[in-house]
């Protein structure tokens, strides 16, 4: 049973169309990831089951109560976390808790003791009682996080959570909410532009683009579905383009090639098989190499299949993208 | 029901204890209401010597002065919550059971009781420069409860206001825009009687002269209660008809965000 249910959801702003019939479920108890580049309507869908926005079209439902006809029963069942602050920093950390909690009607004594817990849990103890307005950015991003749990909600949302962490105090983040997550019936509704974090945190995912979903799937199975790694080619000249396309479309093996300017990308089951005859072949049909590696799967090809272009072409550059693995060999 | 009186309260705490720990605003708004007050009492005294007057010119200016207070003091009400929306806050709460009624009506106590301290500390100021009403002391809370009244309509409009423009500079754009005619169409500084025509028709329609009278009226020697009741009921629907609108308000505002 589905505890999220989005169908044909759409929304426009003036004449921009944010969403485009976008629809997905979401299991109960999992970590569910909305993936895309900035734009491409994550923080809208987001706002639509926080009830915060209104769709103009399609229906949504969360914890079973749909957005529209019985807002204050999902707002009563959701935490959100929005891509900005929503903490109060005239307020101190422990005020910002416990003032969450209560305007839930959780009783005053349960929500000191909650926040105590979570002070705890995010390691905030220390600075509780000074105003959230003199905490380090790092500081403020948790306790965000941590107010949108106190309240022990079945479902939150985190939008883009850790954009403007450093990689540590991201993985520590993650680390807390995952440990505070697991084994609690929770679901999170995540979403991201890092497609590692995406790889590594969501049980499911779906790829936005454009206001639609592009793929949906388990990480590794969307990974999979590719049929295996790629043979990357970077060639001296995009003139060469089309001649090294036809040359690597012919190697047995070889699933697909996409070209990019002087890039070239040949998925195969075998790439480590693959690459040593691409680069007789190439050599034989005289197209001068700048370099050849071997890229494991990522979710960057998938998204690269699906939404047509590659991801940093779409986006900002985002620097916690999966890069691409593997060993160049010399041309 | 008792959640969102609940919820009203944990609200009003809220923006009180910010009061508090940025007294400076605080003193802002205490010195404003007492520089109208002598200011005009001393740079126009000899206006209260013109026919229409009755006592001296300050004690007929001290309840408009009151009822200025409150409004000038909720017209900026709307500013908190445009800075709550610029920081995230208001969608924060908004994504929480908390009722819309019980955003406004905080952001309406917490007006209230600024100008209930506002209005005694002018009470009180005008006494020490001599002013004695010649009514009972029953004038003083009546005036202060009529300055609530129009704090919680103004609080109201500039809430809806905040809402719906979202930004401060529009916001504060509106409220003088709307400050200025109201102050100087109404008999704040001026007996009516002393007004050109055109003036004392427009006050009739003037909120902020509804206030004025009716606390003249209760600190008067033998105040006609009945008009003091009608201003305060007028008041009243108004305050509660633009309390609904600014519940209304966050509606548009959750179709266009």
């Known amino acids: 049973m589905p505890v999220i249910e989005a169908s044909g959801l759409t929304k426009s702003y ?96 349960d929500a000191g003791r909650r926040a105590t817990e979570l002070l705890d849990a995010f390691d905030l103890s220390g600075h509780a009682d000074r105003l959230a307005r003199t905490w380090s950015g790092g500081m403020q991003r948790k306790l965000d996080v941590a107010m ?46 890092y497609l590692e974090e995406a790889d590594q945190m969501a049980d499911r995912l779906v ?20 049929g295996g790694d790629t043979v990357q ?69 998938v998204y690269l299949r699906y939404a047509g272009r590659a991801f940093q072409a779409s986006g900002d550059p985002s620097p916690g993208r999966t890069m691409a693995s593997g060993a160049g060999v010399p041309a | 029901m008792t959640l969102a009186l609940t919820q009203t309260g944990l609200l009003t705490a809220r923006s009180l204890r910010t009061l508090g720990r940025q007294p400076v605003y605080l003193a802002f708004s205490l010195v404003q209401p007492l520089l109208w007050l002598l200011l005009f009492g001393h740079v ?21 002065i009151v009822a200025m207070t409150a409004m000038l003091t909720a017209n900026w009400a709307g500013t908190t919550f445009v800075q709550d929306i610029d920081r995230g806050v ?47 002391w029953v004038g003083v809370p009546v005036t ?16 809806a206001l ?14 003088q825009f709307l400050a200025l005619p109201l102050s100087f169409l109404s008999s704040v500084l001026m007996a009516p009687g002393l007004m050109p025509s055109w003036v004392a028709s427009a006050a009739r329609w003037n909120p902020l002269d509804w206030a004025a009278t009716g606390s003249r009226e209760a600190l008067s020697a033998s105040p006609d209660w009945g008009l003091v009741t009608r201003d305060a009921v007028q008041l009243a629907v108004l305050a509660l008809v633009l309390a609904v609108g600014a519940v209304g308000a966050f509606r548009a505002y959750q179709r266009s965000s």
């Open chain 2, 44 to 64: 126009f005294t000899a206006i209260g010597r013109l026919p229409g007057f009755g006592g001296s010119y300050l004690e007929f200016l001290t309840p408009g």
């Open chain 2, 144 to 159: 202060l409860g009529l300055a609530v009244l129009l704090a919680a309509a103004f609080t109201a409009l500039s809430d």
């Open chain 1, 207 to 226: 790829i936005v683009d454009s206001g639609r979903v592009v793929a949906a799937g388990e990480p590794a199975a969307l990974k999979a579905d590719l």
């Open chain 2, 90 to 136: 208001m969608d924060r709460t908004l994504s929480s059971p908390t009722r819309r009624g019980a955003i406004v009506a905080a952001s309406i106590a917490h007006q209230g009781i600024s100008v209930v301290i506002l209005g005694a500390l002018v009470f009180g100021v005008a006494g020490l420069a001599g002013v004695r009403f010649p009514g009972s």
């Open chain 1, 14 to 109: 003036r004449r921009v169309r944010a969403l485009d019939g976008v629809s997905f479920d979401v299991a109960s108890g999992t970590v569910f990831a909305l993936l895309g580049p900035n734009g491409a309507g994550k923080s809208t869908t987001v706002r639509i089951l926080s009830t915060l926005s209104r769709p103009d079209g399609g229906t949504a439902s969360v914890a079973g109560f749909d957005v529209l006809r019985q807002p204050a029963a999902v707002r009563a069942a959701i935490g959100y976390v929005a891509q900005r602050p929503g903490f109060d920093p005239m307020a101190t950390g422990r005020e910002n808790l416990v003032l969450t909690a209560r305007l839930r009607g959780v009783s005053r004594r």
């Open chain 2, 162 to 175: 905040a809402v719906l423009v979202r930004s401060q500079e529009a916001l504060i754009g509106l409220s």
């Open chain 1, 233 to 301: 080619v970077d060639l001296r000249s995009a003139d060469d383009g089309v001649r090294a396309e036809r040359v690597l479309e012919s190697l047995p093996g070889v699933v697909h090639v996409r070209r990019d300017d002087a890039r070239l990308r040949a998925r195969a089951r075998d790439a480590a098989g693959v690459l040593p005859r691409a680069l007789d072949e190439l050599r034989r049909a005289d197209v001068p190499l700048l370099g050849a590696a071997i890229a494991r799967a990522s979710l960057d090809d």
């Open chain 1, 148 to 193: 949108g749990l106190v309240h022990e909600p079945r479902v939150l949302y985190l939008d883009e959570p850790t954009t403007g962490l450093d990689p540590e105090a991201r993985t520590q983040l993650w680390a807390t909410v995952l440990r505070l997550v697991r084994g609690s019936g929770l679901t999170v509704v995540l979403t991201t532009h």
